[in-house]
């Protein structure tokens, strides 16, 4: 089983930046696929940005495309999203979300696509 915390939420003013973390531990992420979601107050939790097991391959919610990166490395079994240009909008609870995938999917998109989810970290931008 895979285990994942995500650290590096925290509170910062509008056009700032954050960057988030996904620890793994358990398993190796190399043949995982990885995403990051958010979930607001009162809203339901949306995609944000989610990267192939290798890192050729990266998506991103029309939202945060621009603004936010993806990156991972795998020999530190750890996953990043660099958030920059923060907006009150970007303010949310942040999961890290996995799933053991070798090949193209289109399903990077689909919350009930990943099968191992975090604990989730606060990102709050203030106006």
């Known amino acids: 089983q895979v285990q994942l915390v995500e650290s590096g939420g925290g509170l910062v003013q509008a056009g700032g930046s954050l960057r988030l973390s996904c620890a793994a531990s358990g398993r190796t992420l190399n043949n995982y696929a990885m995403g990051w979601f958010r979930q607001a107050p009162g809203k339901e939790r949306e995609f944000v940005s989610a990267?192939?097991?290798?890192?050729?391959?990266?998506y991103y919610a029309d939202s945060v495309k621009g603004r936010f990166t993806i990156s991972r490395d795998n020999a530190r079994n750890t996953v990043y999203l660099q958030m920059n240009s923060l907006k009150p909008e970007d303010t949310a609870v942040y999961y890290c979300?996995?799933?053991?995938?070798?090949?193209?999917?289109?399903?990077?998109?689909?919350?009930?696509?990943?099968?191992?989810w975090g604990q989730g970290t606060q990102v709050t931008v203030s106006s």
């Open positions: 990267i192939n097991r290798s890192g050729g391959s990266t």
């Open positions: 979300a996995a799933r053991f995938h070798l090949g193209y999917s289109n399903n990077y998109y689909t919350e009930s696509w990943y099968t191992h």
